[in-house]
């Protein structure tokens, strides 16, 4: 993998490597969670795009409506990854209300 270059070709290991994590975020049921990418039971040369074709929501069982992206690791114990994520979500859900 080039350096901050990240595809869906990228491995869990490369991911792993660069000090990345996974945030998945369903649309269906506005679940996020925060996924260490050994800690998913699959080999680490799974691609993100494998990845993607195989999970579904823990809450609502949705495997249409859940995005996947890497990310860094939270700095701030307290700001975790599901945070950042609900926070990016309704900042653009907020943006798209005043729009209307």
């Given at each position: 993998?080039?350096?901050g270059r990240?595809t869906p070709?990228?491995t869990?290991?490369?991911?792993?490597?660069?000090?990345?994590?996974?945030?998945a975020?369903?649309?269906?049921c506005?679940?996020?969670?925060?996924?260490e990418?050994?800690?998913?039971?699959?080999?680490?040369?799974?691609?993100?795009?494998?990845?993607?074709?195989?999970?579904?929501?823990?809450?609502?069982?949705?495997?249409?409506?859940?995005?996947?992206?890497?990310?860094?690791?939270?700095?701030?114990?307290?700001?975790?990854?599901?945070?950042?994520?609900?926070m990016?979500?309704?900042?653009?859900?907020?943006?798209?209300?005043?729009?209307?």
């Amino acid at each position: 993998m080039p350096a901050g270059r990240i595809t869906p070709a990228t491995t869990l290991q490369e991911l792993e490597t660069a000090e990345l994590d996974l945030r998945a975020w369903c649309y269906a049921c506005m679940r996020a969670e925060t996924i260490e990418p050994l800690s998913v039971r699959a080999a680490p040369s799974t691609t993100i795009e494998r990845l993607r074709s195989r999970l579904k929501c823990k809450q609502c069982g949705s495997k249409a409506d859940v995005l996947i992206v890497p990310a860094k690791r939270a700095f701030d114990p307290n700001f975790t990854g599901a945070r950042a994520v609900a926070m990016m979500f309704h900042a653009f859900r907020s943006m798209g209300k005043r729009r209307r």
